[in-house]
């Protein structure tokens, strides 16, 4: 049986936790970029390619399985997990094991957004880490070789419309 933790999200959620972590997220992903802007569609990617599997829980960060999200087709060539993985060992200095991988990803493309000169938007906080990391599960990603008809109907059964398509599209 799979059971799914969800939490309470919410602006601020780590505010008296790890008040600096949005901060701190802010600031590696600001020098990622900087040093290279395609990183912005990078973290654009990986958060989209977490989000679309099982929802946003962090789940393609791990990598213990053998045949895990990120062993999928569609999930190769995904990157930025050095720069999570730089804003985690960051964050888990000043406030350990209060900020989770699921929005630490989720604030992280937030941020490459607003500093690739897209829009800044709020994210709530205050998801759970999946603990489940399954190839089978991210089968039905939209990967290269497939056709347009295909793509647009992994979208339709994620609920995601044809606009949401071009702009997620044209992010990564």
Do not use: W
Request: aromatic content about 4%; overall charge neutral.
């Amino acid at each position: 049986m799979l059971v799914v933790s969800q939490g309470q999200l919410r602006l601020g959620f780590y505010s008296k936790t790890c008040p600096n972590a949005e901060t701190i997220i802010r600031k590696v992903v600001q020098k990622a970029v900087a040093n290279d802007p395609r990183n912005a569609a990078i973290l654009l990617r990986l958060q989209f390619h977490d989000c679309f599997v099982e929802g946003c829980d962090g789940s393609i960060l791990i990598r213990k399985d053998e045949d895990g999200e990120l062993k999928a087709p569609g999930n190769l060539g995904v990157g930025g997990l050095d720069i999570i993985e730089s804003a985690k060992a960051r964050l888990e200095h000043v406030c350990p094991g209060i900020v989770s991988c699921a929005d630490l990803v989720a604030l992280a493309a937030r941020d490459a957004v607003s500093l690739a000169n897209g829009p800044f938007y709020h994210v709530p906080t205050g998801r759970r880490d999946g603990r489940l990391s399954k190839m089978s599960l991210a089968l039905k990603l939209p990967d290269v070789d497939d056709s347009i008809h295909a793509i647009k109907f992994k979208f339709r059964e994620k609920g995601l419309s044809d606009q949401d398509l071009v702009l997620l599209s044209a992010g990564a």
